[in-house]
Structures are given as C-alpha cells and as structure tokens.
C-alpha cells in the first residue's frame, strides 16, 4: 500500500514538472508575441542601433540625421539611447520604462518628438534628465530645431547633477512672459522686411528730393519772400538750371543704394527652419516600408505606434477583407494603420499617401488609410467597379471621424468602426466599369517648404509705391488728405484683395454689406479671368464658377437679393478665389478651417474651433492662424468667422459646414443642395 502511493506521488510530481516546464516555455515565448507591441519594437531597433530615427518625420527631422543624433548622444557621457519619434505617438514618460525593460540595458533613454526633447529619463546612471529638459525649456525659442534642442540636452546632461541644477534654476529666474527671440523668421516676416525695404528704397530718396527745393523756399520766406539769384535766372532765361539738381540727385542716388546694400546685408535670411533638406531617400523610406508590408498582409499596422487594434480585431478584419475580395464587384483592401502628420512625405494629406502607396504596391484595390495617433479614417479606391467619389466624400461621420465615444477611447475605437467600414464596402453598389479618384491635389514641396521668399520679390515692389505715400506723409504736406483718399479708394476698390492680404485683411465678423461687396468683386474677377484663359485641361476654375453661380441660381445681381443669406455669400467668395488660383495655376483644396476669408490653408494644426467645447480638430489653416495657434492658442475661437444677422460660426450654417473637407467637398455640397447632379 506504501509502494503504491509512493508511485502516485512520483507520478504527480512528474506531470506538475511538465506543467511547469511548459509555463516556462510559454513564459519565455511571451516577449516573442508581444514583438508587434511598439516598446519591443523600438526596444529591437535600441538594441541595433542606441540612435532610432522614424522614417515619419522627413520634413523635420530626415532618417538620415542618424548619425548627427548620434554624434550628440556621445557627448553626454553615459549610455544613451535615443528615439525620434511623432509627437503623438507618445502619450506619457512610461513608454521609456518599457523600452528600457525590454532592451535590458541600463543608461540615459531619450525621447525627441518632430519640436523638442519631451521626454528622458535614467536607468541605472547618474544623469540629470529632468533639469536638462527644464534647461531646454526655458533657453531655447519655440523654433529651435530638435537636434539643436538635443545638443543642449546633452550639454547640460554632460555638467553633472550640481551644475544642471544650478543651471535649471536660472533659467526658470531668467525666462520672462515672451521667452526666448526666435532664432528664425517666417514668410509673413519675410513679407514685412520686403515691403519695409520697398517703403525705404522709395521714400527716403523722395524725402530727399523733396527736402531740398522746400529748404529754399524757407529760405526766402526767412528773408522776406524776395526772390533769390536762382528764382531769377529762371525768369530770365525761362526755365532753372539743371545744375541745381545734381546735389540732390547724386544724394538721393546714394542714400537709395544704401538702403539696398544694407537691407540685403541686414536680411540675409534665406529659410524659415534648420531643418535639413529631405532627400529623395527619406521621403520613400516609409512608403516603401509600409508597401513591403502591405505585399505580406493586406492590414499593416505602424509598430512606432500604440497598438490600436488586438489579435481578435485583427483576425476579423483579415476575414471582412477575404470575404469582400471574393464578392461580386470586389477586390484587394489595403489597411494601413500608419500617423498622417504634416510633417511626413504626404504633409498629412491621406490621399496623397494613398496615391503613393497605391504607385508602391502596384495593385488595384481599396486603400484605406487609418490614423492610430488621431483616429481618422480615409477610404480610396483604386480601379475597382466603386464610386471613387462616394467612398471620399460619402463615408458616414461615425465611420470616418467617430462619435464623441469613439474620440474618447485610446484606441478610438478603430477596430469597430473598420469592421463598420467593410459592412460598408459590402453593401456599396457596384459600377459598371472599375473607377479612380485620380490625381490629388499637390502637396508642399518638401525641399524648398521652408525657403523663404526673395528679399526683392513681389511684396518689395508694392513697398515701392507704399514708399512714395510714406514720403509725403513724412513731409507733412498731405498726411490728412492722403489718409482719407487711400481709405476712400480702398473702400471704392472693385478689385479683390491680394491672396497675400487676405489673412490680415479678412475680418472676423463681417457685415452683411461687407460680404455682398466682397462676393461681388471675387465673382466678377472670377468670371472675367476665366473668359479670357484659354482653353484648359483642369475643371477645378469651372467647377468653381458654375457651384458659386448655382447658390446664385445663375444670376450674379441675386448677391444684393435679401433672401441670399450671408453662408450663400461667404461661400461665393471662397469659390470665387479658389477658381481664381486654379486659374492662376496656384489652385488649392484646402482654405483656412479657422477663417474661410483667409484664404488658402499652409498647414494642418490642433485648434480648438469653440469656445464652448474643449476638443481640437486637427483641421488645415492660413499661416497668419497658425502663428497664432502656435503663440496663443486659447485665443483660437475668438478668431473663428462668424456669419451676420445673427453672429453664429459658420459651421453652424449650410455649405458652409464642409469647408474644412475641402474645396471639392464645398461644391459637391453645393451641387447636392441644388440638387444638380
């Protein structure tokens, strides 16, 4: 009996070695399935190379600075490990801690985002992170770029515990309201130094000139008013001497020449940023690795990012995409779950991103195109029996952008609302022949983005004749009447504003009267631009043309009509310049989503669009809003166009509402509301 329960505990503690062994065998393959998480995907790449650069960030900060970021790192005198990652794509200072578990190294692990070092911290070393970060904070400008910003990290990390604290604490003493001078200038101060140097080129000669003739007459009044030798020669012999005229001519020459060579010496900026010239490599790396991707699994899910959607997720969306690929009408569904950010190859446009990705992985399909940082979604087909169209513009809100919950939850609900997108795909009729959403609009260059305009460019030779007004102000003669004429012909102007002007010239709060006179003038010089273009290949001017006349119902004259409320005006007016530009062979898609008045968007940014509601939209903007986002962001929603009669936000009122959408959504609009096919 002793022998027989003997022989059962050997054999319990054999099975229970077996468990064991087989939970330590799943235990250690763990870390292997968890590869696809994005710590130990940045924990793999550390673990190559103590420096990763995204390959997100090619307008601001290239894959290929690597080696400068690594350069630096050395200096700070401990182990350090470096990640260049989104801004978004790091929520908190914990991913470090993971980063740092999954590697198994200790040392000095910094996060630098596409605007600063944001996060850093020691593991195992003796390293001042956080008076480093507070360092940067408070010496360097807003502008500064991120490998400056890491220089002085290192630099600071590199004094030791006692001096990087002392140095901390007098930056904080030191750092006043304004903070630190921006050590780069944008277009708008581009704009202003040449209109400034126009105004001087001009004006200071003319003062001159104008300055010697009126010393003699003031002269002759001190003696009397009798006439001088030269008031009599020019009696006798009918007309002054040219003589004269060669001392203030010669100095007028020379002070217009000095101020020329001191300008340009003294505006000799020539970007707005530091940031190094993307090459033809960095703006491909992620496309190409997104495509490689996409050629092995048709969903491709960003492992810099949050993970967003869970293997269950994961497997259903595999099945939804097999399922529509063998429907009638069907075919591939490509998912790319990857940031759209402005300061990627695509500048944030989804559908540029598609369109190269599409060129990349050369096969008809659905592409769609999912933000994991923001939780956008964007659908478009390449060549298959789909309305291209329906698919761009058509998508329900709940789908593309997500309810209030959706926007809530960390992973924005991504997983639900792509099984709701493919319920979508199922259900969309099929067209008779395969379709294509064709070209987008173009994007920024990103070589030349952050070149400045030429100090001796357009806006200097309107400082020219602004120089010739200043003048005679400065002499004094007709400061009242050249006031009240120029706001008199300001006023009267029938002509539109200069796209240049629009951002400071555009109000806030218009008048209806306002608006009708503005509509007025930029249908008119709409119409008369595109009768006298010849012929052309690009329907964006018409488009423009018969949407702004179809809220007009066909009759310009209707824009005094009462019953044409101010939307109606306000979106003849963006229609008007938008077909203007595309005239121009300037044409844009996106306005400012701030101020339609403004003119066309530069950028996308954060903004909140109400002052009752706290949530930002990442929505295209003018570059006049987006320094003001940048320097006083509370102040957005005081700067959002209100309709008249009552005030409201134009979002609030019909078209008006999809014009952050774009151009081509605002006449899509238009024509459904019209009811024109």
Not at 584 to 600: F, I, S, T
Request: charged content about 25%.
């Amino acid at each position: 009996m002793g022998a027989g329960n003997l022989l059962v505990r050997v054999r319990a503690f054999f099975v229970l070695g077996v468990l064991t062994a087989l939970f330590a065998a799943f235990a250690a393959a763990t870390p292997a399935r968890a590869a696809d998480t994005q710590a130990a995907y940045l924990a793999d790449r550390l673990r190559e190379n103590p420096v990763y650069v995204s390959d997100q960030l090619p307008r601001e900060v290239p894959k290929s600075m690597a080696p400068d970021f690594a350069e630096v790192a050395k200096r700070t005198g401990v182990p350090t490990y470096v990640m260049v990652l989104p801004s978004g794509a790091v929520n908190d200072d914990g991913l470090l801690g993971a980063v740092h578990d999954r590697l198994g190294k200790d040392g000095l692990f910094v996060i630098v985002d596409d605007s600063s070092v944001s996060y850093a911290e020691a593991f195992g070393v003796r390293a001042p992170a956080d008076d480093a970060l507070t360092v940067c904070i408070y010496e360097l400008p807003y502008d500064a770029h991120p490998l400056d910003e890491f220089k002085l990290f290192a630099e600071v990390i590199a004094q030791g515990p006692e001096k990087a604290a002392q140095r901390a604490q007098a930056a904080r003493d030191k750092y006043d309201a304004d903070g630190p001078e921006s050590m780069y200038i944008g277009p708008s101060d581009r704009e202003d130094q040449s209109v400034l140097t126009g105004v001087l080129t001009t004006a200071v000669p003319t003062v001159i000139l104008l300055l010697f003739p009126a010393v003699r007459r003031w002269r002759r009044k001190l003696k009397g008013g009798r006439p001088g030798k030269a008031r009599q020669g020019k009696k006798k012999g009918g007309k002054s001497s040219p003589r004269r005229w060669i001392a203030p001519t010669a100095t007028a020459v020379a002070a217009c020449a000095a101020v020329l060579l001191t300008a340009n010496a003294a505006f000799d900026q020539t970007r707005s940023s530091s940031s190094p010239r993307p090459r033809a490599m960095d703006l491909n790396i992620r496309l190409d690795r997104v495509a490689e991707g996409l050629a092995e699994d048709p969903v491709y899910t960003d492992p810099e990012s949050p993970r967003v959607l869970d293997e269950k997720q994961l497997a259903r969306l595999h099945s939804r995409i097999e399922k529509f690929e063998r429907s009638e009408g069907g075919g591939p569904v490509f998912v790319a779950v990857v940031p759209q950010i402005s300061e990627d190859e695509s500048e944030g446009d989804e559908e540029n991103f598609a369109y190269a990705l599409h060129d990349k992985v050369g096969q008809d399909g659905v592409y769609i195109v999912a933000d994991p940082l923001y939780g956008g979604i964007d659908v478009f087909n390449h060549g298959l029996r789909l309305d291209s169209l329906g698919l761009l513009l058509g998508l329900p809100d709940s789908i593309t952008l997500g309810d209030d919950k959706a926007r809530d939850a960390d992973d924005y609900l991504l997983g639900e609302r792509l099984d709701a997108l493919m319920t979508y795909l199922d259900e969309a009729p099929r067209t008779d022949t395969p379709d294509t959403p064709g070209d987008p609009y173009p994007v920024t260059n990103p070589v030349t983005e952050d070149d400045l305009p030429p100090l001796f460019g357009d806006d200097f030779w309107g400082g020219l004749f602004l120089g010739l007004l200043v003048a005679g102000l400065a002499y004094g003669l007709l400061e009242a009447l050249a006031a009240i004429a120029i706001a008199v012909l300001r006023r009267r102007s029938k002509g539109p504003l200069p796209t240049s002007a629009l951002p400071d010239a555009s109000p806030t709060k218009p008048t209806t009267s306002y608006l009708r006179r503005t509509a007025h003038a930029e249908l008119r010089a709409l119409k008369t631009d595109f009768e006298a273009a010849p012929p052309s290949t690009d329907p964006r001017p018409g488009d423009c043309l018969d949407a702004a006349l179809l809220l007009l119902d066909g009759d310009p004259a209707r824009i005094d009509n009462p019953e044409t409320d101010s939307a109606a005006l306000v979106a003849v007016i963006v229609l008007s310049r938008a077909g203007r530009a595309a005239l121009d062979r300037k044409g844009y898609n996106r306005c400012c989503a701030v101020n339609p008045l403004h003119g066309p968007a530069v950028t996308r940014h954060q903004v909140r669009l109400s002052a009752e509601r706290k949530e930002r939209r990442h929505v295209h903007i003018c570059g006049a809003c987006r320094e003001k986002a940048t320097s006083d962001a509370s102040t957005m929603p005081t700067r959002v166009l209100a309709l008249p009669d009552p005030p409201v936000p134009y979002l609030e009122a019909e078209p008006l509402d999809v014009v952050p959408d774009g151009i081509r959504r605002l006449i899509e609009k238009v024509r459904e509301m019209t009811h024109v096919a």
